[in-house]
C-alpha cells in the first residue's frame, strides 16, 4: 500500500528557513517521480517542485526558483523540499505526491499526473 506522510511544517517569520519532509512506504522512490504542491485559502493548488523518477533532476515553478530546494534519500524513502527565504505568499498547505509514471519535465506541474498524494503540512509564514 502507497502511503506518503508530510511533516515538518509550522510557524516562521518572514526570512526564514524550514525543511518538509515526505515519508514515503509501499513503493521505491527511486521508481517514481515525486513532487510538491501547495494549496493556500482561497487558491487553486499549485505545484512547487518535483523530481523525475530515477536520477531525474529537478524543476521548480517560478515562484520557488532559486530560494526553495527539492531533493530525495532513496534509501530512507523520503522526499524533501528546503525553503529559504521565505514570505507571507507562501503560506500554504504543502502536500507530496508520487506517480509511478515516467512523467516528462513539461508534466511534473500537472497534478492529475499523480496518483498518490500526503495528507499535507501547514506552513505559515508571518511577522
Known amino acids: 500500500q502507497v502511503q506518503l506522510e508530510e511533516s515538518g511544517g509550522g510557524s516562521v517569520q518572514p526570512g526564514s528557513s524550514l525543511t518538509l519532509s515526505c515519508a514515503a512506504s509501499g513503493f521505491s522512490t527511486f521508481y517514481y517521480g515525486l513532487a510538491w504542491f501547495r494549496e493556500a485559502p482561497g487558491k487553486d493548488r499549485e505545484f512547487v517542485a518535483g523530481l523525475k523518477r530515477n536520477m531525474g533532476t529537478p524543476s521548480y515553478a517560478a515562484s520557488s526558483k532559486g530560494r526553495f530546494a527539492i531533493t530525495r534519500d532513496n534509501a530512507k524513502s523520503t522526499l524533501y523540499l528546503q525553503m529559504n527565504s521565505l514570505k507571507p505568499e507562501d503560506t500554504a498547505v504543502y502536500y507530496c505526491?508520487?506517480?509511478?509514471?515516467?512523467?516528462?519535465?513539461?508534466?511534473?506541474?500537472?497534478?492529475?499526473?499523480?496518483?498518490?498524494w500526503g495528507q499535507g503540512t501547514q506552513v505559515t509564514v508571518s511577522s
Open positions: 505526491a508520487a506517480s509511478p509514471r515516467g512523467l516528462i519535465t513539461s508534466s511534473l506541474a500537472r497534478g492529475q499526473e499523480y496518483e498518490y
